[in-house]
């Protein structure tokens, strides 16, 4: 059974930071492309930062880029996202997201939702202006 769990979201003001994590169990973590989006109220779920079983390929969203920092561990079958200078505009329920190396389909579907298969249930991350 996969599972994907988050943790490490919170309230924080704008400026600050925050590192979420996700666990990930029931996948051999090395051979699958990584993922973490976000969704606002009211808004779609969009991508913000993904990469290649080796981190050969990194990609984040253009509102993130510069301030959040994707990384993972694959010896400890874990994701990261270290979050700094963050906005109010970054308020969202942020979910980890996985797909299998075999099923990828590239091209331009990093931050397409339906390019990945797994999902973790997400944690709030709340900042105040």
């Known amino acids: 059974q996969v599972q994907l769990v988050e943790s490490g979201g919170g309230s924080v003001q704008a400026g600050g930071s925050l590192r979420l994590s996700c666990v990930a169990s029931?996948?051999?973590?090395?051979?699958?492309?990584m993922g973490w989006f976000r969704q606002a109220p009211g808004k779609e779920r969009e991508g913000v930062a993904a990469?290649?079983?080796?981190?050969?390929?990194?990609y984040y969203s253009d509102s993130v880029k510069g301030r959040f920092t994707f990384s993972r561990d694959n010896a400890k079958n874990t994701l990261y996202l270290q979050m700094n200078s963050l906005k109010p505009e970054d308020t969202a329920m942020y979910y980890c997201?996985?797909?299998?190396?075999?099923?990828?389909?590239?091209?331009?579907?990093?931050?397409?939702?339906?390019?990945?298969?797994?999902w973790g249930q997400g944690t709030q991350v709340s900042v105040s202006s």
């Open positions: 029931g996948i051999t973590f090395r051979t699958y492309y």
């Open positions: 990469s290649s079983p080796g981190s050969t390929q990194l």
């Open positions: 997201a996985a797909e299998h190396s075999g099923r990828w389909r590239g091209g331009g579907s990093w931050f397409s939702s339906s390019s990945w298969e797994y």
